[in-house]
């Protein structure tokens, strides 16, 4: 049974940073690009970060130069590290395989920038 547990969110003030954490199980992790995804109120879910089996980076335009997305194969373990986050960084964030076969959503971590 594969399960991705997220965790690391919270309230934080325009600027500040936050460290995300991605607990896979289930799934033979190394094998897998994994993406991290955000979803804000009234909006689609969207692709803000990968890193692929080799470990290559890819960025949302709208996070690139402020997020970095990495992983821990031993552990398997994938980590969003957001600074200088936005009040449009505000979401819920979810980690997950990249592309088509992707595994059932965890509950993801509530991310709030606010003053």
């Known amino acids: 049974q594969v399960q991705l547990v997220e965790s690391g969110g919270g309230l934080v003030q325009p600027g500040g940073s936050l460290r995300l954490s991605c607990a896979a199980s289930?799934?033979?992790?190394?094998?897998?690009?994994m993406g991290w995804y955000r979803q804000a109120p009234g909006k689609q879910r969207e692709l803000v970060a990968v890193?692929?089996?080799?470990?290559?980076?890819n960025y949302a335009d709208s996070v690139k130069g402020r997020f970095t997305i990495s992983r821990d194969n031993a552990k398997n373990m994938a980590y969003l590290q957001m600074n200088s986050l936005k009040p449009e960084d505000t979401a819920v964030y979810h980690c997950?395989?990249?592309?088509?076969?992707?595994?059932?959503w965890g509950q993801g971590t509530q991310v709030t920038v606010s003053s």
């Open positions: 289930g799934i033979i992790f190394s094998r897998y690009d």
């Open positions: 890193i692929t089996r080799s470990g290559q980076t």
């Open positions: 997950n395989t990249v592309g088509s076969n992707l595994y059932p």
